[in-house]
């Protein structure tokens, strides 16, 4: 069976990228819980190793892609005679889905799929020149991480984490983009930024914090 492009959960890049600009990439976001405020304190440190980041336009899932012994389908999403979208398909289910939204002819988003078929992760190319931009992370069918690389080179210096319902819990920041963490954003249950955290000598975790009224 094709694989349907008014799916709504796997389509879920187009929504993100009809809001998404260069501002909205630096923007802190609202909506969250804070969580367990004792464990993002003690957050360990965060280092490029545990960041997306890879050579700039080398990300598309880590050089992995690999079509053999799968089945490609093709959908033509503006109806112009030419496919701009393929899915992936092994034995199991959809492996891969990549997409052109812009139908100049190269791929701007790949989402990837557990053995299950569900959507676990999907990166995207927002200015078209090959190199990723974001990278959301899924669990359970709802965004519970996005890496974002506010200057389009490939260096994820933002990160954003949300809960199981989609708000955002804590932003966390690469101020020098040295492939640490040194700036923390927590917010609350409404949405309001309510503290903040600093690394002030460079080991990734916060040692001081600001109480927002």
């Known amino acids: 069976m094709p694989f349907k492009p008014q799916n709504a959960r796997l389509f879920s890049s187009t929504l993100l990228i009809v809001g998404l600009s260069v501002t909205s990439l630096s923007a802190i976001g609202c909506g969250g819980d804070q969580g367990d405020k004792a464990a993002q304190d003690t957050k360990t440190k965060t280092n490029a190793q545990h960041r997306p980041d890879g050579p700039a336009g080398e990300r598309h899932?880590?050089?992995?892609?690999?079509?053999?012994?799968?089945?490609?389908?093709?959908?033509?999403?503006?109806?112009?005679?030419?496919?701009?979208?393929?899915?992936?398909?092994?034995?199991?289910?959809?492996v891969r889905v990549e997409r052109d939204m812009n139908f100049d002819g190269q791929i701007d988003i790949w989402q990837y799929f557990d053995a299950t078929g569900e959507l676990i992760e999907e990166e995207m190319d927002l200015d078209y020149d090959n190199k990723i931009d974001l990278v959301a992370y899924y669990k359970d069918g709802i965004v519970a991480k996005k890496s974002m690389s506010v200057g389009f080179?490939?260096?994820?210096?933002?990160?954003?984490?949300?809960?199981?319902?989609?708000?955002?819990?804590?932003?966390?920041?690469?101020?020098?983009?040295?492939?640490?963490?040194?700036?923390?954003?927590?917010?609350?249950?409404?949405?309001?930024?309510e503290r903040v955290g600093w690394d002030t000598d460079g080991d990734g975790t916060p040692d001081e914090f600001d109480q927002l009224p």
């Open 153 to 193: 080179d490939g260096a994820f210096t933002i990160e954003k984490f949300y809960d199981s319902e989609g708000n955002l819990l804590r932003v966390e920041r690469d101020q020098d983009n040295d492939g640490v963490t040194d700036l923390w954003e927590y917010y609350d249950k409404d949405g309001k930024r």
């Open 61 to 94: 899932r880590f050089n992995s892609l690999n079509n053999t012994g799968l089945q490609v389908e093709t959908a033509d999403l503006n109806e112009d005679g030419k496919p701009d979208q393929f899915t992936y398909r092994n034995a199991k289910g959809i």
